[in-house]
């Protein structure tokens, strides 16, 4: 009996053979696309920043207040500055530090604006942080956070 050669060919099955790369069209959607999300997403993250920034302000004008109010509490009168916070103005009953230098600087970098007004009640001092842009008014995060 002869022998017969059996030889196999490789072919692309159907689906191979319908298989084809993305157009150059295609590509340039999905970059976009991705582009469009990661802007999108780093809008929100940087925007997110500054909200984060004038919550924290707002926390911090709070503390300072606190702060000012120990003072008073143990040399019987309000600081002429806030510096007086961090160094002891010479005062007997001084037990301080009451505050670290860096607190007295809102989350922008800014000083707090004190000033005690010899009124009554709340309206002894006014404390404030004028935002992120560090100008009086605004809105939003340059809105002005003040304590009276």
Do not use: H
């Amino acid at each position: 009996m002869p022998m017969r050669s059996t030889v196999s060919r490789f072919t692309a099955s159907p689906a191979a053979a319908r298989a084809r790369g993305m157009s150059l069209i295609e590509i340039i959607i999905v970059i976009v696309l991705i582009g469009a999300v990661l802007t999108f997403v780093g809008s929100r993250v940087l925007g997110g920043s500054d909200r984060a920034k004038f919550n924290l302000a707002k926390s911090q004008v709070e503390t300072l207040a606190r702060k000012v109010e120990n003072f008073e509490l143990d040399v019987g009168r309000l600081p002429r500055q806030l510096d007086e916070l961090v160094s002891n103005p010479g005062e007997t009953g001084w037990l301080g530090p009451y505050a670290r230098a860096e607190e007295l600087k809102d989350p922008w970098g800014n000083p707090f604006e004190y000033s005690p007004t010899g009124g009554q009640g709340a309206a002894r001092f006014t404390l404030v942080s004028y935002g992120a842009d560090g100008k009086p008014g605004g809105d939003s995060v340059n809105q002005d956070i003040r304590y009276e």
